[in-house]
């Protein structure tokens, strides 16, 4: 199983990235996915998922701004993040089934 994040990168406060990604060896619509991440000198935390039905889950801290969403015939799943934050600043992580999960992609949100 194999799982690329990419769409990271700089934006200032109040903007919007979009992250992505891609699978192989594992098919996302027959299992959860979900995004987690990590700032500097903290634990991981989740930030969203998707059941296998398609219901999702936010993390208290980003209800409203992030959506999560599934394409099944290119199996990614993204992160779109809107009305960014500085506290947002992190190492986004993708996981899909059970413990399985890319390398990571950097979000950093400043002026």
């Known amino acids: 199983v194999q799982l690329v994040e990419s769409g990271g990168g700089l934006v200032q406060p109040g903007g919007s990235l979009r992250l992505s990604c891609a699978a192989s060896?594992?098919?996302?619509?027959?299992?959860?996915v979900g995004w987690y991440r990590q700032a500097p000198g903290k634990g991981r935390d989740l930030v969203a998922t998707?059941?296998?039905?398609?219901?999702?889950n936010f993390a208290d801290s980003v209800k409203g701004r992030f959506t999560i969403s599934r394409d099944n015939a290119k199996n990614t799943v993204y992160l779109q993040m809107n009305s960014l934050k500085p506290e947002d600043t992190a190492i986004y992580y993708c996981t899909a089934g059970v413990g399985h999960w890319g390398q990571g992609t950097q979000v950093t949100v400043s002026s």
């Open positions: 060896g594992i098919i996302f619509s027959i299992n959860p």
């Open positions: 998707m059941a296998r039905g398609g219901s999702t």
